[in-house]
């Protein structure tokens, strides 16, 4: 019998020396995520079938009892749907100017390298520094908004007082923030993309908008599928901006649902109810990850 090719030969067992030595090696990294993942998870949705105080940690058996309360907790429903409203406005143009950045600035040079620094340099500001910058620009009165009005002659505005106009003047402080990484993502997606194609379309004489449609759009969307769904996972998860710029007013107009969850343990002790609104958030999220396999099975089809 001859000897089989070393690509089908059989791989090392755990119960062989090399096993082990192969699974002392993840063991820090799968320590550590059953520690500070999969643990919390379970533990989240195990309490968010109780009723527990924060403070004295006993609790008793409730069911579903949170969940339906969620359901007719308007404050929920009203944070629910901002965090929603939210995602919607910016994802769209998280995606749609951080390709645009990309394309722009997808060429050799000095300038378009100091342009990626300044647009990427963005997104390592804390939280923090960006809403203080942002608190400077929409004072009323004396922010840089209301100066810039002001000397066109209109009347000033205060956004972050605005019940209807306090959310997309959140939503723009975090586009102005995060939009560096998409922007990033987009330009490796493009730099795969082989020059020898955009060269046998110019000698066809195809114009630019016909390339970008049928070369580059097609050859990106893995890409966009990845920078729209963790985008939007990520500002359903909004807190911050939220907590420092507005702390959720006026109005509860810009309450979120991490704000809810935060304020229902903090503020509320009510830590099984807390932890019912944060399974409510997963289950978003989830939805958007579950969004993200259909798309990419959708997408290997159609390229099949």
Known sequence: ???????????????????????LFIAPFLLCYL???VWPLLNGFWLSFHAIDLLSNMGRWVGV????????DEMFVRSALNSLLFAALCTPVMV????????????????????????????????????LIWRLVLLPERGLLANAMH??????VAPLNHEW???PAVALATVWWGIGMPMMLFLASLQQIPHDVYEAAALDNTSRW?????????????????VAVTQMIAQLQVFGQVQLLTQGGPNN???????????????????????AGAQALFLLMLAGMSLQGWLERRAGKAQA
Request: overall charge positive; proline content about 3%.
């Open 1 to 23: 019998m001859r000897d089989l090719p070393s690509s089908v030969q059989a791989k090392p067992r755990l119960g062989t020396s090399t096993g082990w030595i192969g699974l």
């Open 35 to 37: 520690a500070l993942l």
């Open 65 to 72: 009892t949170n969940f339906i309360d969620l359901l007719q």
């Open 96 to 131: 749609i100017t951080g390709l645009a950045l990309a394309l722009a600035l997808n060429r050799p040079g000095r300038t378009t390298a100091i342009l990626r620094g300044i647009f990427f340099g963005a997104g390592v500001l804390s939280v923090t520094i960006v809403t």
């Open 151 to 156: 000397g066109m002659g209109m009347a000033a």
């Open 165 to 167: 106009l306090a959310l």
């Open 210 to 226: 016909r390339s970008f449609r049928h070369i580059t759009l097609p050859a990106i969307r893995h890409g966009v599928i990845l």
């Open 253 to 275: 107009s810009t309450r979120s649902l991490v704000m809810f969850v935060y304020e229902a343990m903090f503020e509320q002790w009510q830590l099984g109810y807390a932890a």
